[in-house]
Structures are given as structure tokens and as C-alpha cells.
């Protein structure tokens, strides 16, 4: 990778492993996750319930409880800082000051005792030493930057007073208070009707322009992804198994889990005909499957018996694209094929 390219890399994720120890045993939740994030773009983390996105993104600003988690290998670089060994106090300088996350439900993050505009505020008087009254205002202006309705009057009141999308919006917002270099979006969008939806994914857009941020989105929505993307990740059981662009991930996808999961989407042409959903189900990650764990509910299972014995390797199959198969290039060609 040319330095060019690398002095635009905020985040960068090598070799991430993390488990949980249950009463029934390990549960390996993440396991070989690499990634980077660069200044400007929409990374987006796809995958099924289950595949590991959410606790990839809660280690990044270590909010993972320990016990019962475990980093049990890997990096997370901030710059040239590896996050893993920082002590409390610089996490708590990186949460929100430069880092920030927006949480899936606004309802259970906000805190039902306090009005907006004081949790809003909290974060600048923490991060920035603002004054109380400074803080109110600039809650203010942020409310007012992500299109909440009368700021001033909206800063005094309380999350169950607003509704599910000005909810949103003002997590959004204090997320945003400090002007974070990297904000990460889990799950935005949940639970939100699709206007709403529209709304709040235009606003993190424009957001992300204003402050000049980057934004890893976490989602199983391949029509957000498609929307506001750049480059994207899809996960499975754990590990990431395909890389790229949005348009080579979509278009020419090569891991037959990312296939499944574009024939389990309506075509909004209505040209793709008879939707074909994955069979069986995701594994059990305390007894995953030997070699790639996507075998048992694979389509393409004829191609090889490899796929059963050997975990596949992250391999490029053209530049800047990555899958993990064994065989990547006949899965392409017959997907090719197919929609032809």
C-alpha cells in the first residue's frame, strides 16, 4: 500500500479475534477480522444477526464488558495508536471527542431523567471544558444541523418526548457534538418507517461532508449500503468474506454467502424474478463448522470438497476486491451466468 493511501487510513482493524466465555463455553464471536477505515468514505459492515458486526464495533472504543469478553489477539489502530493498550483516561478522550457512536436504539442509550440538550451538552463541557451555558447552545446548533424542528424550545425536553426519528436525530447529534473524525452508525435505521429512514441517512450524509468525517455504517439493510456506501464488508459467522467497493461487492459478487444474501432482496426493477432465500441456518458459534464455515448452507458445494476441511483465506480476485472462497473465480463466473 502506497504511504499516499495509508495517510488517509483513520482506523485500521488487523487480525481482530474476540470471544465470550459462557456457561456452555467459548463463544468465539470475532475471529480474524481485518479492515481499514479511510478519512471521508462510508464504510459499511454487513452480515446476519449474529455475524459479529456490533462487537466489532464496540471494541473499537472498548465498551465490551470484560469479563465476560476477551481480546484474544489482533490490533486496533487509531493513526499510529493501537486502542488495545490505551489506558481509561485516553479512551475516555477518544470516545466522542474522536470517536462517536450512534446506537441502533435512541430510546434505551438517551437517559430518561435528563432533557436532550443537557446529555447533548455533557459532551462538549466533558471533551471541550465548555460552560454550562455555552453547552446549552451549542446542543443548539446541533440539534438544529441534524433538522430538528424549534432547537431552542426542543433542547429542554426529554427523550420520551420526542418520537422515534427526532430520537435518532438527537443521538445523531450527540454523536456529532465534538466533531468526531470517525463517526460509527449501528444500525441507524431500525425500527424506523422508510421516509424517516430516508431522512436520517440523508442527514448523516450531510453531516459527514459538514465536519468532514468517515462513517462505519454497521447494517444488514443492502439497500442503505447500496444508497450511501463507499466500500463495504460482509461478515459471516465471525469473519469477514468478502471486501470491496459497493459495485464490485454488488455487481461481481464471489463468495456464494454475498449471493445469497443479494437473491434474499427484492429487485426494486422488479427483473430479478423468483427471490431465492439461504437455506438452513447460521452456525452455532460455540461448535462452528470445520473448514469454511458457510459449507452447510452453500449452493456451490459441488464445486470442491475443500470447503469442508479448510478455512478459506481472504484472497484478492481483482484489485481492491477480496473474498473468501476457495473457488471464488467459478462462483463469480456462475453468477455471471445466471443473470445473464
Same mark, same amino acid.
Given at each position: 500500500?502506497?504511504?499516499?493511501?495509508?495517510?488517509?487510513?483513520?482506523?485500521?482493524? =488487523?487480525?481482530?479475534?474476540? #470471544?465470550?466465555?459462557?456457561? !456452555?463455553?467459548?463463544?468465539?464471536?470475532?475471529?480474524?477480522?481485518?479492515?481499514?477505515?479511510?478519512?471521508?468514505?462510508?464504510?459499511?459492515?454487513?452480515?446476519?444477526?449474529?455475524?459479529?458486526?456490533?462487537?466489532?464495533?464496540?471494541?473499537?472504543?472498548?465498551?465490551?464488558?470484560?469479563?465476560? +469478553?476477551?481480546?484474544?489477539?489482533?490490533?486496533?489502530?487509531?493513526?499510529?495508536?493501537?486502542?488495545?493498550?490505551?489506558?481509561?483516561?485516553? %479512551?475516555? &478522550?477518544?470516545?466522542?471527542?474522536?470517536?462517536?457512536?450512534?446506537?441502533?436504539? /435512541?430510546?434505551?442509550?438517551?437517559?430518561?431523567?435528563?432533557?436532550?440538550?443537557?446529555?447533548?451538552? &455533557? %459532551?462538549?463541557?466533558?471533551?471541550?471544558?465548555? #460552560?454550562?451555558?455555552?453547552?446549552?447552545?451549542?446542543?443548539?446548533?446541533?440539534?438544529?444541523?441534524?433538522?430538528?424542528?424549534?432547537?431552542?424550545?426542543?433542547?429542554?425536553? $426529554?427523550?420520551? &418526548?420526542?418520537?422515534?426519528? %427526532?430520537?435518532?436525530?438527537?443521538?445523531?447529534?450527540?454523536?456529532?457534538?465534538?466533531?468526531?473524525?470517525?463517526?460509527?452508525? !449501528?444500525?441507524?435505521?431500525?425500527?424506523?418507517?422508510?421516509?424517516?429512514?430516508?431522512?436520517?441517512?440523508?442527514?448523516?450524509?450531510?453531516?459527514?461532508? &459538514?465536519?468532514?468525517? +468517515?462513517?462505519?455504517?454497521?447494517?444488514?439493510?443492502?439497500?442503505?449500503?447500496?444508497?450511501?456506501?463507499?466500500?463495504?464488508?460482509? %461478515?459471516?459467522?465471525?469473519? /469477514?468474506?468478502?471486501?470491496?467497493?459497493?459495485?464490485?461487492?454488488?455487481?461481481?459478487?464471489?463468495?456464494? $454467502?454475498?449471493?445469497?444474501?443479494?437473491?434474499?432482496?427484492?429487485?426494486?426493477?422488479? =427483473?430479478?424474478?423468483?427471490?431465492?432465500?439461504?437455506?438452513?441456518?447460521?452456525?452455532?458459534?460455540?461448535?462452528?463448522?470445520?473448514?469454511?464455515?458457510?459449507?452447510?448452507?452453500?449452493?456451490?458445494?459441488?464445486?470442491?470438497?475443500?470447503?469442508?476441511?479448510?478455512?478459506?483465506?481472504?484472497?484478492?480476485?481483482?484489485?481492491?476486491?477480496?473474498? +473468501?472462497?476457495? $473457488?471464488?473465480?467459478?462462483? #463469480?463466473?456462475?453468477?455471471?451466468?445466471?443473470?445473464?
Amino acid at each position: 500500500m502506497s504511504g499516499d493511501i495509508n495517510k488517509d487510513v483513520l482506523l485500521s482493524i =488487523e487480525d481482530l479475534a474476540i #470471544s465470550f466465555d459462557t456457561e !456452555d463455553g467459548e463463544v468465539r464471536a470475532v475471529n480474524g477480522v481485518s479492515f481499514e477505515v479511510r478519512a471521508g468514505e462510508v464504510f459499511a459492515v454487513v452480515g446476519e444477526s449474529g455475524s459479529g458486526k456490533s462487537v466489532t464495533a464496540m471494541s473499537i472504543l472498548g465498551l465490551l464488558p470484560a469479563p465476560p +469478553a476477551r481480546i484474544r489477539g489482533g490490533r486496533i489502530m487509531w493513526g499510529t495508536e493501537n486502542l488495545l493498550d490505551a489506558t481509561d483516561h485516553r %479512551m475516555r &478522550e477518544v470516545r466522542g471527542g474522536e470517536i462517536a457512536m450512534i446506537f441502533q436504539d /435512541p430510546l434505551t442509550a438517551l437517559n430518561p431523567v435528563h432533557t436532550i440538550g443537557r446529555q447533548i451538552g &455533557e %459532551m462538549v463541557r466533558l471533551h471541550r471544558g465548555m #460552560s454550562q451555558q455555552a453547552a446549552k447552545q451549542h446542543a443548539i446548533e446541533m440539534l438544529g444541523l441534524v433538522g430538528i424542528p424549534q432547537p431552542a424550545q426542543r433542547v429542554d425536553m $426529554y427523550p420520551h &418526548e420526542f418520537s422515534g426519528g %427526532m430520537r435518532q436525530r438527537a443521538m445523531i447529534a450527540m454523536a456529532i457534538a465534538c466533531r468526531p473524525r470517525l463517526l460509527i452508525a !449501528d444500525e441507524p435505521t431500525t425500527a424506523l418507517d422508510v421516509t424517516v429512514q430516508a431522512q436520517v441517512l440523508e442527514v448523516l450524509i450531510g453531516i459527514k461532508d &459538514e465536519i468532514d468525517s +468517515a462513517i462505519m455504517l454497521i447494517t444488514h439493510d443492502l439497500g442503505v449500503v447500496a444508497g450511501i456506501a463507499d466500500r463495504v464488508m460482509v %461478515m459471516y459467522a465471525g469473519r /469477514p468474506v468478502e471486501t470491496g467497493t459497493v459495485d464490485q461487492v454488488f455487481d461481481r459478487s464471489s463468495h456464494p $454467502y454475498t449471493i445469497g444474501l443479494m437473491d434474499s432482496v427484492p429487485a426494486v426493477d422488479g =427483473e430479478q424474478g423468483e427471490l431465492r432465500p439461504i437455506g438452513g441456518q447460521p452456525p452455532s458459534m460455540l461448535r462452528l463448522p470445520a473448514g469454511c464455515s458457510f459449507h452447510p448452507r452453500c449452493r456451490f458445494m459441488h464445486l470442491a470438497s475443500d470447503c469442508q476441511s479448510v478455512v478459506p483465506s481472504l484472497d484478492q480476485v481483482e484489485p481492491g476486491h477480496f473474498a +473468501a472462497c476457495h $473457488y471464488s473465480t467459478e462462483v #463469480s463466473l456462475t453468477r455471471t451466468a445466471e443473470r445473464a
